[in-house]
């Protein structure tokens, strides 16, 4: 491994890496920190990211935001303001291109989709349209924008968005390259993440606080809650290192209710156990929820089951905020009309929970200790290998198998750990590969799906996981055999 460990990035080497990284494409040039304090200073407070947070966490309020992105600056405003009436936080979702540094590309996309008068591209490409296109973009909105992407390398992003006053930034070292990418190299992202959270500290220090939000659900695809809590506690340790102050650490929808207020109620308080014990005191700490991000039913009435049992869960367990599907999920990218039919059923669900009495169980305590013991398993194995450095841990686990997120692309994952549904719909571990975790929670795995077969009077296979993997698309939680 290079040099790489979780110390915050030197102040010469950051100014001399940023004259580099804003040569990266013609637009750098139109960043200037100091403009860009006083772009963000400008910002009213509602166009603040971190006071909405604030507001609602103190209130116990769920926000709603919603995902979409144009090619260019007009349309992008005009779908976010169709939007903004029936959700609290907007998104930017940025294109392909920009997400793998292809900025001639991305520029072909904005010409063509002109000539076109359509977008042709899957998103905003914020790098081309330069701190100018960006801000104009965000002086005709009326609410907070946050940049969602899926960038390895993203501090040319970072740079010119938030130098344009959008104040929340997704992403991180780990969750946006595994998922993501074939053959980045975990320790180049993580070092690239390193400078946007050391730029994004550095807005902190002149007293703008700039959202920071690790990408929680990863695949999306039967990921078991320690895995991306596991992620989540290393991108936030990552982050408050190089001075971030206002983080939101993610959950994926699983589709167990007992599972996912377990995973939620248990995020918070796992991440604040290791942030205190890394020392970290001056943080706020919020969470979001994602509705389902597998395969989804491609008949709307069905979609928005889906959608509104996600609402349902994440109200339930406090989530702070809530990223919203639309009934076009199997389909595309949606419409605006969808994207608001996905937001108003939301909204919905969540008022019709928001009063009611928060739900206990005894299986939402057990499902609150498993996860507890798998995280402080796994974490104890990474600091070990690490020598008490995360980062360094973090490749070395991945590297190891120790950490394995399932389906991942990604070359440095290892893709050994196989989840599989128990007969409740919970994610259980099918094959647990490299990770360490304890005997007993190994036998409460092979336990709960020994359940499962026997009610379908076929033995654990890996059909079953195949079966799990297309079974909400075909209208169940549990992919049972005909
Ligand atoms: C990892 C995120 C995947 C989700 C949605 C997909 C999926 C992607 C756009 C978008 C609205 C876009 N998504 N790009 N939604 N507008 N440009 O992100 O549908 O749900």
């Known amino acids: 491994m290079t040099d790489l460990n979780n110390r915050r990035l030197d102040a010469a080497a950051f100014d001399a890496e940023r004259g580099e990284v804003l040569q990266g494409w013609a637009t750098g040039a139109g960043v200037c920190f100091a403009d860009a304090l006083r772009v963000q200073e400008a910002l009213p407070v509602e166009k603040r990211f971190a006071v909405a947070l604030a507001e609602a966490d103190a209130q116990g309020h769920t926000l709603l935001q919603p995902r979409a992105g144009v090619a260019l600056v007009r349309e992008h405003v005009a779908l976010l303001n169709g939007l903004s009436p029936y959700c609290d936080v907007l998104p930017t979702t940025i294109d392909a291109y920009t997400r793998h540094n292809r900025y001639a590309e991305a520029q072909e996309g904005i010409d063509r989709s002109r000539a076109a008068g359509t977008s042709l591209l899957n998103g905003f490409p914020a790098v081309n349209h330069g701190v100018e296109g960006c801000r104009r973009l965000v002086e005709a909105l009326e609410k907070p924008v946050q940049v969602r992407h899926g960038t390895p390398d993203a501090r040319l992003l970072a740079e010119i968005t938030l130098a344009a006053g959008f104040s929340s930034f997704e992403g991180g070292g780990i969750s946006y390259n595994i998922p993501y990418a074939k053959h980045v190299p975990l320790e180049r992202s993580i070092r690239h993440w390193q400078y946007c959270d050391r730029l994004v500290g550095r807005f902190e220090e002149a007293g703008i606080s700039i959202n920071r939000e690790p990408f929680g659900p990863l695949t999306g695809t039967l990921v078991p809650p320690f895995v991306s809590h596991v992620v989540a506690i290393l991108e936030g340790l990552l982050a408050l290192e190089q001075g971030v102050k206002c983080i939101t650490l993610g959950y994926g929808q699983a589709g167990n209710v007992a599972q996912d207020i ?60 809530i990223i919203v599907k639309t009934p076009h999920e199997a389909s595309g990218v949606p419409t605006l009309e969808a994207n608001q039919a996905g937001l108003k059923a939301t909204r919905q669900m969540v008022n019709m929970i928001s009063d009611q009495n928060r739900v206990d169980s005894p299986d939402i305590q057990m499902e609150i200790d498993v996860i507890e013991a798998e995280v402080h398993a796994v974490m104890r194995e990474i600091l070990r290998l690490g020598g008490g450095d995360v980062a360094r841990g973090a490749v070395l686990a991945f590297a190891a198998g120790v950490m394995d997120v399932p389906f991942a692309p990604a070359k440095a994952n290892l893709g050994k750990l196989t989840p599989v549904r128990d007969n409740h719909g919970a994610i259980r571990l099918f094959d647990v590969g490299n990770v360490p975790l304890p ?22 296979s890996f059909n079953m996981v195949v079966d799990d993997v297309r079974a909400i698309s075909a209208s169940k939680l549990v992919g049972r055999p005909a």
């Open 439 to 460: 005997a007993d929670v190994l036998a409460f795995h092979r336990d709960k799906i020994a359940e499962r077969a026997r009610a379908e009077r076929r033995d654990p």
């Open 262 to 321: 377990a995973a939620l109620r248990s995020l918070r308080r796992l991440a604040n156990h290791y942030f205190l014990n890394a020392g970290f005191t001056d943080y706020r700490l919020t969470t979001v929820f994602h509705q389902w991000m597998g395969g989804f039913p491609e008949d709307e009435s069905q979609a928005t089951a889906v959608i509104c049992l996600g609402a349902l869960v994440a109200r339930q367990a406090r989530a702070t905020k």
